[in-house]
T-cell receptor, first 113, second 113 residues
């Protein structure tokens, strides 16, 4: 099976712009979670989607949003970018409600100038 | 709240040395516990997991035992290799169908030949 894929792998944006990141889960997985990784804050949970519904949300401002499509692919959007949004954004998918194991993609590295 | 505390690095070892990376978690609920590894420029890879007390997770020579009495999940390997150089993250979930992981800060391991 192919793993979790994320596009693009690298992005450079300027303050005030918006950005959309994409994640394709492992085939058959219906849960997609997003995490932000920064040197200062480490790995922080953004939100999780299951069957097109957001089930959990982390402690991030409303500028961070996401959605999931009927094929389980997910996108996250960050509006009005700030310098502090520079980070590695990781997507993870999970399929088995009993195993609770999340499989991560390679991430999208966002640099905000 | 729920948290994971792991030993701060960096940790530098010689090849074939014994490795221990300490990890403790807050004892709320009945979490599953995980160790993930991140190689330079990559996303997270699941290294091992344990889902209940006294379970031992193992993979690639790494082991960790879920200790409920000490709320710990220390990572060990008897003989490290240069290829084990990476950042290691301890994580817990929040049970049920809540696909949210809380991570420790990560421990950078460097193994010298």
């Amino acid at each position: 099976k192919a793993g979790v894929t994320q596009t693009p792998r690298y992005l450079i944006k300027t303050r005030g712009q918006q950005v959309t990141l994409s994640c394709s889960p492992i085939s058959g997985h219906r849960s997609v979670s997003w995490y932000q990784q920064t040197p200062g804050q480490g790995l922080q949970f953004l939100f999780e989607y299951f069957s097109e519904t957001q089930r959990n949300k982390g402690n991030f401002p409303g500028r961070f949003s996401g959605r999931q499509f009927s094929n389980s692919r997910s996108e996250m959007n960050v509006s009005t970018l700030e310098l502090g949004d520079s980070a590695l954004y990781l997507c993870a998918s999970s399929g088995d409600p009993q195993s609770e194991t999340q499989y991560f993609g390679p991430g999208t590295r966002l640099l905000v100038l | 709240g729920d948290s994971v505390t792991q030993m701060e690095g960096p940790v530098t070892l010689s090849e074939e040395a014994f490795l221990t990376i300490n990890c403790t978690y807050t004892a709320t609920g009945y979490p599953s516990l995980f160790w993930y590894v991140q190689y330079p420029g990559e996303g997270l890879q699941l290294l091992l997991k344990a889902t209940k007390a006294d379970d031992k997770g193992s993979n690639k020579g790494f082991e960790a035992t879920y200790r409920k009495e000490t709320t710990s999940f220390h990572l060990e390997k008897g003989s490290v290799q240069v290829s084990d150089s990476a950042v290691y993250f301890c994580a817990r979930d929040h049970g049920g169908s809540n696909y949210k992981l809380t991570f420790g800060k990560g421990t950078l391991l460097t193994v010298n030949p």
